[in-house]
């Protein structure tokens, strides 16, 4: 009966240790995948950027053919936060004419998963939106001084008569419920919030596009990923009439 005992004490042993080889095996294995996948998107992030192309936000015409919306360029300064080291913080609230509460809310926000669900610190992220051409050209000249910022280049809604706008609507930036409810959508986007604008979303919208670049070990811009043979040309939204 005693060797009985032994026997089953020892077999519980040497089954307990196998038990914890395994699990220790299959651990050590998921923190090597996880790394593993950590330095790959790293690797990919140095070498690759990924820039999505916005397409031109269709037209509206009245019955009688007449221009009724249309498009105005404006900028995004966009972010990618992995890339970003040793910002003049000063220097950059100067330049964007901006205070450094503003900075630091939003950099704040874009980090926040619960407004920014998408939040990857290797990918684009918007910092700030519609900039004019003499403010993107302000920042431009200085961009070099700023590593991990970027412009961007989008367009905003005009209206040839204002006494008609409001029928016809406007855009803004997306909430959290049209990302919820459209994946097509990421913060930062524009999507029609009210009248016509709203109603002709999807036909207004376009499809995006993406830019493949490839950098240098240094950061910098060689040109496109395999002479952009996977770069996606962004679709124009479609023009409508109304009637």
Do not use: W
């Not at 060797?3 to 914890?20: H, N, P, Q, S, T």
């Not at 995948?33 to 192309?53: G, I, P």
């Amino acid at each position: 009966m005693a060797k009985d005992y032994l026997l089953e004490k020892r077999k519980f042993v040497i089954g307990g240790i196998a038990v914890f080889i395994v699990l220790t095996y299959i651990l050590r294995l998921l923190v090597l995948q996880v790394m593993t996948d950590d330095y790959k998107k790293n690797a990919d992030s140095n070498a690759f950027l990924k820039k999505t192309q916005y397409p031109s936000r269709g037209a509206i015409y009245d019955r009688n053919g007449k221009l009724l919306v249309f498009n105005q360029p404006a900028y995004d300064i966009t972010i990618v936060p992995n890339e970003i080291t040793q910002l003049d913080t000063t220097d950059l609230c100067k330049t964007l004419n901006i205070t450094p509460a503003f900075f630091l809310k939003r950099m704040l926000d874009i980090r926040d998963r619960k407004q920014n669900p998408g939040y990857s610190k290797y990918t684009h992220q918007v910092f700030m939106t519609q900039l004019s051409a003499a403010e993107c050209g302000v920042f431009q000249e200085k961009l070099f001084r700023f590593p991990g910022f970027y412009i961007q280049r989008r367009t905003i809604r005009q209206y040839t008569y204002n006494v008609a706008a409001h029928a016809l609507g406007d855009i803004g930036e997306v909430s959290m419920r049209d990302i919820e409810e459209d994946d097509y959508y990421v913060r930062g986007d524009y999507i029609g919030k009210q009248g016509v604008e709203k109603s002709y979303e999807k036909y207004l919208r376009g499809e995006k596009g993406v830019e493949i670049l490839l950098r240098d070990a240094h950061g910098r811009i060689q040109g496109h990923y395999k002479n952009g043979i996977y770069d996606k040309v962004p679709i124009p939204g479609k023009d409508i009439t109304l009637s």
